[in-house]
């Protein structure tokens, strides 16, 4: 369960027992924006679920009055049922319209917003897809009821917020939904019908659940569409489904439905301006989301076949029992002994869970990247609020894998690097951030830094570039945000490409917006010091969606093809393509068109880094709280430098730096410390130019880099990892206080 604060807002979510709704409930209580408390509902109370029954009034108001909730959701999906529906209006009535006004008179009573999802079938269907101006003009049972429900949500004025959706699917073997209809029927051996004749958005249950958890931090109220971005006949989704889960595509038939009397044509499905003009949300590629739904189904067919034998699962809970337990006596806390006990920089911190998870994950002995890291990277895009994660085995991967991506041929023309193209980045920075931009022939234009924030003020960033210049790539240096308000100011002046390394900095935020989702991609790193870990381990955070596949493609070894570990033919054509100078029908699984590595992690990481990401707000805090101790009591230090961040920057801080005064020597200081077990750091590669390896780099060096060298001579860090307690962050203080008293020796 994702922890979330005491005074966190709750989210009633009625239905959350079906598809639509427990993918809600997840997204609204892993928001990138600070967790919820989100309780769902369904009609007999169970676990952590409220009873509610729409048919039932009074249990409406004892849900409200029990959980007093700020945003209840109406997550009751009409549409999926709406052929049968139509046979049975009075039902339609009493669940939409009444139970509708019921929820709506119990959120004025206690002052809450309503968000009700509703459904295309509002409109005729006679000119789709429709924009959130368009008039409804419902011609079914089910877009009357739902209409006249949107009139009583809309009615709440700026309390109320209808999201409409188109062709919901997802894997959930309890919905309706075309997917599972699908499924379903090729159990049976009996056809699909699905329609040619009939346009719909498809859109994945992950993007409605992603939408409206976008749409609620934003306050929006009003109508919202959240649909996929591509228009497509039922017949061609539900072909694509079966190939997806599977199933011969061929037993998808085309005739008419339900809504097709005398064969009409029906033209639904909506567009999405509005909630992407306001929020970072993005749909997912279809071909991306009919992937996912593929590893869905393959995770829940294994784990169906799994719980066949009674025997190994009683075995895999007791062998998970006793990890548990072995946790506890192995992995103790131990008593910190001063002088003696080490005060280490940082290091990983983990529990029960952490270790659980893993194991867990090699008992299903999948060796390579599969279902687990899918679920790592839709964990890191909802934490971070990005369209795309793509899960790589470091965070130098990472940063090669950023690179390799903009100067691909597969990269659009306005973001595609080229040879001698320039790439400004500071002097002060790690080397596998400057590595990548040298190996691709990129120039770097080297920028000095601010002692205090460690990063290169923007004024000197924009004085560096010059005609050649295409790109920025910025670490927020040990977690430190620069002033990204500057930056974008840049960024869009000068058409730029920006690549954010965010390697020490996850968690962070400007003008309350996460570190990672400024840039055209960002990296993370996941390595033991940082502030979740994977062990090794690091990603791509994708903000442009035209890159995603470059990136994959690049990870995985340049191929062409998107099939994922242990699959083929997920596009239906795998001996179909002319490509290249190719024979026509050449193995896609064998077509390359990226200059890629293998840069994949594995499974039993992605378990890990799953654990560790839910608990990224406890480190976070721990950090702050860390490094505001160190702040106060070295304060008073003349001596020395302290960090400072810029306006409208909150750190998610790796480490505490610290520069020296001119009269204090930054050895014999760190000398002193190191000698009582309290570990040191310099800043990475200090002015990276006189490193051996850097010295003869091809750059542009536009001003002088005397702060580098600077920090190169005076400055060090020490750690504020959660791992270190008060105790150990008192011995800390004590050390500079007998330092600075002059008994150094």
């Excluded at 687990?372 to 965070?395: T, Y």
Aim: net charge negative.
């Amino acid at each position: 369960m994702i922890p979330v604060s005491t005074d966190a807002p709750t989210a009633l979510v009625v239905g959350g027992s079906g598809m639509v709704g427990a993918a809600l409930t997840s997204a609204l209580a892993s928001s990138s924006g600070g967790g919820w408390r989100v309780r769902p509902t369904s009609r007999v109370a169970r676990g952590d679920r409220v009873r509610l029954d729409l048919f039932d009034p009074a249990s409406i108001v004892d849900a409200v009055r029990q959980t007093s909730p700020s945003t209840i959701v109406l997550a009751v999906d009409g549409a999926a049922r709406a052929a049968e529906l139509e046979r049975d209006p009075s039902h339609a009535d009493a669940l939409f319209v009444a139970g509708t006004r019921a929820v709506v008179d119990a959120a004025r009573g206690l002052g809450a917003r309503v968000v009700l999802l509703s459904t295309d079938l509002v409109f005729a269907g006679t000119d789709g897809p429709y924009g959130e101006h368009d008039a409804p003009r419902p011609c079914t049972v089910v877009g009357t009821r739902k209409a006249a429900a949107e009139e009583i949500v809309l009615s709440l004025g700026s309390e109320g917020l209808v999201a409409r959706t188109s062709e919901v699917f997802g894997w959930d073997p309890a919905s309706p939904n075309l997917a599972m209809e699908v499924w379903r029927r090729a159990g049976t051996g009996r056809p699909v019908v699905a329609s040619r004749t009939w346009q719909v958005t498809p859109t994945a249950v992950q993007d409605v659940a992603s939408g409206v958890a976008a749409a609620v931090r934003a306050e929006l109220s009003g109508v919202v569409h959240i649909a996929g971005a591509e228009s497509r006949s039922r017949f061609d989704l539900a072909a694509d489904l079966a190939t997806a889960l599977g199933i011969d595509p061929s037993m998808v038939v085309d005739g008419a439905e339900w809504l097709q009397d005398g064969g009409r044509e029906v033209r639904l499905g909506l567009s999405t301006g509005e909630l992407q003009a306001t929020t970072s949300w993005r749909p997912t590629a279809q071909r991306e989301a009919v992937r996912l739904l593929r590893g869905a189904s393959r995770q829940a067919v294994r784990a169906s076949t799994a719980d066949a034998s009674a025997e190994a699962a009683a075995l895999r809970d007791e062998i998970l029992e006793r990890v548990e337990r072995h946790h506890a006596l192995a992995h103790a806390a131990r008593p910190f002994e001063p002088l003696r006990s080490r005060v280490p920089y940082a290091g990983r911190v983990f529990g029960a869970d952490e270790v659980v998870s893993a194991v867990d994950a090699s008992l299903d002995f999948w060796l390579t990247l599969g279902p687990r890291g899918a679920e790592f990277e839709q964990a890191l895009c909802d934490r971070i609020g990005a369209p795309d994660a793509v899960f790589v085995n470091s965070g130098s991967s990472a940063n090669l894998t950023a690179m390799l991506t903009l100067t691909s041929e597969r990269c659009p023309d306005r973001l595609r690097l080229h040879p001698g193209d320039e790439v400004v980045t500071p002097a002060v920075t790690f080397p596998t951030t400057l590595a990548p931009v040298v190996q691709c022939g990129l120039v770097p234009v080297l920028v000095d830094c601010e002692i205090g924030t460690y990063n290169a003020d923007p004024a000197a960033l924009e004085a560096a570039l010059s005609p050649k210049t295409r790109a920025l790539l910025l670490p927020h240096t040990l977690g430190n945000p620069y002033d990204m308000a500057a930056v974008m100011e840049i960024v869009r002046a000068h058409d730029l490409v920006l690549v954010e390394d965010c390697c020490d900095a996850l968690g962070a935020r400007f003008d309350g917006r996460p570190v990672g989702t400024f840039g055209t991609l960002a990296t993370l790193s996941f390595y033991p010091a940082h502030h979740i870990t994977t062990g090794e381990g690091g990603a791509v955070v994708v903000n442009d969606r035209r890159l995603e596949r470059v990136v994959r493609s690049v990870r995985d070894w340049g191929r062409d093809c998107w099939c994922p570990p242990g699959e083929s033919n997920t596009c239906g054509r795998r001996f179909g393509w002319q490509l290249g100078e190719l024979p026509c029908g050449y193995d896609h699984k064998y077509v390359y068109s990226t200059l890629g590595y293998n840069f994949k992690p594995t499974d039993i990481q992605a378990a890990i880094g799953t654990v560790q990401l839910s608990r990224l707000p406890e480190f976070h805090a721990r950090r702050q709280h860390n490094f505001s101790r160190l702040h106060e009591g070295l304060l008073r230090y003349e001596q020395l430098v302290l960090p400072r961040a810029v306006p409208g920057a909150a750190p998610a801080w790796f480490a505490f730096p610290i520069t020296v005064r001119d009269g204090t020597s930054r050895d014999r200081l760190v000398q002193w410390l190191e000698r009582r077990n309290i570990e040191t750091r310099q800043v990475f590669a200090g002015n990276i130019l006189r490193q051996p390896a850097y010295r003869d780099i091809e750059r542009r060096v536009p001003a002088p880099l005397t702060n580098s060298d600077r920090v190169m001579h005076d400055t060090f860090f020490i750690g504020v990892y959660p791992g270190l307690t008060d105790v150990m962050i008192d011995f800390v203080l004590e050390q500079f206080d007998e330092f600075f008293a002059g008994r150094d020796g």
